[in-house]
Every structure is written in structure tokens, then in C-alpha cells.
């Protein structure tokens, strides 16, 4: 019984080689392998591509390291954009080209492709205007990191500039995220602060030295409480006016938009602590004035300037 059922299993064997073999197709199969081998030289081909592309920008990306931080953040970002770009050009490109060698119609598809892009775009208006808006102002730079500014009614030290948001962070450690789109005006005031001249009567000069640490003193214990208060007064040196007053003149820094902590914070607490410490001053005779550094700078250098000429 056995023998005739391995027989049978055997001629049963022989009939499906048989009709395997008629029904082969050799053409059929051999198209399939031409297909399988290059969709496997074309994925190589996007891998490759796409690790060219990431090791240039990352190149590129460390090239632009050693300049500014705008120049640093603005490489980085175009770095990654022209990575990201280029890397779903080759996966779209790659997989068309697959697609077509496989014998699909990709007419249709990018027919189909172009309407899904459209609504796609349309409903995401504001990411695009986010992303534009993102790029003219690391192209123009606009904002560097670090720097303090005011955008959109809110003022702090720049975090970040990105392709989509600005991140400020404000003097009280609150974080501000604005969408690019929503940027309308920009006030940058660069990464310095407000310079503001003291000037403190001192009737003689036998009360110089009581009215110097009677000023340090109450400025340092303002710059403890108030983090938008930069550090102790520094005092300049004596000055003297027209009709013979003697000054003595400290210098404090504060943030901007900040100058009225001087006129609701300092002279208040300078004119307590000279009254403190017996010292009868006049409050016309406790002057502030205030002045941005930048200023300052262009003021001092177009100054010099016109001393040159004078003296050409």
C-alpha cells in the first residue's frame, strides 16, 4: 500500500513540474528580476544621494559656525532647509522613477499629486507665510540672538529665530513665542543696554566722599531687586558746570523701555539715603539723564569725526 501511494505521489509530482513548466514564463519572470534590480540600484542611488546631501550641509553647516551667532543660527538653518528640501526631491524622484519602471502611469499620479499640493497649500497659508517671513529676516538679519528687542508689544532678549516663531525671553523669565507671520515692525535695540548719567550735587568737596558711598549704596540695593537694573552706579568722576556747581557723576545701566525705574525707583530711594545721611541736596540738583549706548557710540564717532575735519 505504500509503494503505491509514494507512485502516485510521485507521477502527481511529475504532472505539476509539468504544467509548471508549460506555464512558465520566461519573458514574464525575467522583466520581474530586471524590475527587482533596478528599484535596488535606484533606492542605492537615493540613499547615496540624499548621504551626499546630508554631509555637505552638515559641512556647510560647521563652516558657518565660526561667525556671529545670527551667521551661526542662519547657516543652521539654511542647512537643514536645503537638507530637507533636496532629501524629499530625491525620495519623490526615486519613487516615480520606480514607479515607471514598473509600468504605472505616473502622468495621473502627478496630475493627482499637483491638486492634493494645492489643497494642501491653501490650508496651510499661514505655515508658508511663516516660513517666508522666517527667511528674509535671517536674509536680512533682522534679529541675532541675544540681541533685546520689541515685537509685537513684547520686549526681551532673543532666544531664538527659527523658520516658523521668534522666541523672546522677557526680563521676568517669561518666554514669548511669536509666529512670524504676526511680525509687523521690529524695534532692536542690539545687545546693549541704556546708559544713564547721574549727577549728584555735592555743595563741597569735603562731601564727596560721604555722597559717593551714600549713591553706591542705594544702587546696589536697587540692582538686588530689580533684575532689569544692571549692577551698582559707577562713578564717573567729578564734573563741574558753567556757573561753578560740583557734580559728582556715577553711571548705571538698565534695560531699555526700563528708564523709568530711575525716575520711580532711584531718585526716590538717592534723595531718602542723602537725607539719611545728613546730606541737604536740592532735588534739581539730582540729575538723570538717559542715554542708549548705541547712541552714545554714533554721537562719540561722528564727534571725532568732526574734530578731524577741524583739524584737516
Known sequence: MFERISVWLGELWDRLLKDYAEQFDVAFWSQVVQHLLSTTVILSLAVLGVFIVRTLTRRAARVGRYGSPLARRRAETVASLVYSIAKYVIYISCGMWILTCWGVDTKSLIVGSAVIGAAVG???QGLVQDVIVGLSILAEEQLAVGEYVEICGRTG?????????VKLRDPLGVQHVIFNRTIAMVSN????????????????????DRVRETVVKAGAELAGELPFYLGVPHEVGL???SVGEIYLRFRVR??????????????????KALAQAKLTIPDDRIRVVVVGEKFRQIVERVDTTQALRAVE
Open 239 to 241: 564734573i563741574e558746570n
Open 122 to 124: 491653501f490650508g496651510s
Open 189 to 208: 535695540y542690539g545687545g546693549s543696554s541704556l546708559e544713564a548719567l547721574v549727577d549728584v550735587s555735592v555743595g563741597g568737596r569735603e562731601a564727596i
Open 254 to 271: 538698565i534695560l531699555p523701555q526700563r528708564d523709568s525705574v530711575l525716575q520711580d525707583q532711584l531718585l526716590p530711594r538717592l534723595r
Open 157 to 165: 532678549v532673543v532666544e531664538e529665530v527659527g523658520l516658523r516663531v
